[in-house]
């Protein structure tokens, strides 16, 4: 009995008939036939698992679609024959592969993405979007080429070390089917199903699993570093806090310092812009227990930034516990888990001068004195230009330059759809939607800001902006 099936191959769809009682080895000849791709260059995938060739076709059920995955055949290749008589190749006779090749020997940008292995796109995203940071992509590889270590975080780290590796030779779509394994075996949340179909996951909840999974793995060593792990020494974020006590006769003042990952953009109705989400978080009352009271009063808590890391992660907080018919922004309705839709802009530089303790102030004032000395020497100095000169005393400015993003679209964090965005150079931008890879500019990325369904920033990174020192 003959059994139809749908068959996805990049954005068309067509249709195959094939007797039930075969194997998916079957099914890829038929494909063949068809298309031209090799059995051994097909990957078929079915609800984010890539189907083996021996797997019966009796248990998949009619009309079901399939991912095919594989690059069709050259007409033009070379015969047995003409394998000992020169030939010259043209671009059009070669493969995709030797294409991608001859490109990266170029030094041209070649790029591909990630296949979706069941609401994978969370993932994906959050893999694009921090392989835009140099020393946390090559750290990862140089960890993989190294293969040491049988515990799971060590595993993880291997896993995406490979995964990276994958795509800086790609010359196809890559399978994360590793990575995705062993983040779902760490974690069981990310292998939560419903009704056999994997789960949507928060992005930001799976940032921050990756970055701690990997955090005690990157190690690094130097009495001039901040920390001893990689991850911190990259995004770490350091507050210095201040907690007064709140209408007591004697007043109660403590200070500390924190180091955290990320900062959080806060929106409410007036805030309209990222920094000004990012001043919400300075200062807040808390109800904590006095040392000196022996019971629990109210403190001012003021923090700012004492250690501005190379690369600054971003959460703009959308998502938020609703209660039933409360109305958020113009949203009303049944209880549960809600987005704020409002529109937020981002610039493509951030400066955090602002959000910085007055002792990191004196620091990139420096920065900024020798920034101005710079433009006044050369009209056409800019900071965000990849060219300028790397010394090894660099200084920070307290600038930002935007690297690359998530998106998100949807109304829940654990619903929609997640992208990533990475940016090339100067205006050219890359948008990963999964397995899908297009270029875009710098006033595509900007209109992100959210406003309506469409797809909104969630995540933002950012590289510090440094200068040369010089004696001004």
Not at 217 to 231: P, Q, R, T
Not at 304 to 332: H, T, V
């Amino acid at each position: 009995m003959n059994k139809n099936l749908k068959i996805k191959w990049g954005k068309e769809v067509f249709d195959i008939q094939i007797n039930e009682e075969t194997v998916i080895l079957d099914l890829k000849k038929k494909i063949q036939s068809l298309k031209n791709i090799d059995p051994s260059g097909q990957k078929l995938m079915l609800k984010g698992k890539i189907l083996e060739d021996s797997s019966s076709l009796g248990s998949i059920q009619d009309s079901t679609q399939i991912t095919l995955l594989g690059k069709a055949n050259d007409p033009n290749e070379q015969t047995n024959m003409d394998i000992d008589r020169p030939k010259i190749k043209f671009i059009e006779d070669l493969t995709e592969k030797e294409i991608a090749e001859i490109k990266r020997e170029k030094g041209e940008i070649v790029v591909f993405g990630l296949a979706n292995l069941g609401n994978t796109c969370y993932f994906n995203s959050v893999i694009q979007s921090i392989g835009r940071v140099p020393e946390l992509r090559k750290a990862l590889i140089e960890f993989a080429r190294l293969n040491l270590g049988s515990r799971m975080d060590q595993k993880f780290a291997i896993a995406m070390g490979r995964n990276y590796m994958d795509l800086d030779k790609a010359s196809d779509t890559v399978v994360p089917q590793l990575v995705v394994a062993v983040l779902r075996s760490i974690n069981p949340m990310f292998a939560e199903q419903d009704q056999g179909r994997y789960k949507q996951q928060d992005a930001v909840e799976c940032l921050e699993f990756v970055l701690n999974t990997i955090k005690e793995v990157l190690k690094v060593e130097g009495s001039d570093k901040f920390a001893n792990n990689l991850i911190e020494e990259l995004f770490g974020i350091q507050y210095s806090i201040k907690l007064k006590s709140v209408g007591e006769e004697v007043e109660e003042v403590k200070e500390k310092k924190e180091t955290a990952l990320k900062l959080t953009c806060y929106i409410d109705n007036q805030v309209s812009e990222l920094l000004e989400g990012l001043r919400l978080g300075i200062k807040e009352n808390l109800e904590l227990r006095s040392d000196m009271l022996q019971r629990n009063v109210i403190y001012e808590k003021t923090q700012y930034i004492s250690r501005i890391p190379p690369y600054l992660s971003i959460q703009f907080m959308r998502f938020f516990w609703k209660q039933a018919n409360e109305n958020i922004f113009g949203q009303d309705g049944q209880g549960g888990k809600s987005k704020i839709l409002k529109s937020v802009l981002f610039s493509k530089v951030l400066d955090i001068y602002d959000l910085c303790s007055e002792d990191t102030k004196k620091l990139l004032d420096l920065g900024r004195s020798i920034e101005t000395k710079l433009a006044e020497k050369d009209k056409n100095y800019s900071m965000t230009n990849p060219n300028n000169p790397v010394t090894e005393n660099m200084i920070p400015t307290g600038r930002y330059l935007l690297i690359s993003l998530i998106t998100h679209k949807g109304r829940s964090s654990d619903s929609g759809h997640y992208i990533g965005w990475t940016m090339l150079k100067d205006d050219k931008w890359i948008k990963y939607d999964d397995d899908i890879v297009s270029f875009k500019n710098n006033n595509d990325v900007q209109e992100l800001k959210g406003g309506g369904d469409h797809h909104i920033a969630y995540i933002c990174f950012y590289k510090r902006l440094e200068v040369p020192f010089q004696e001004l």
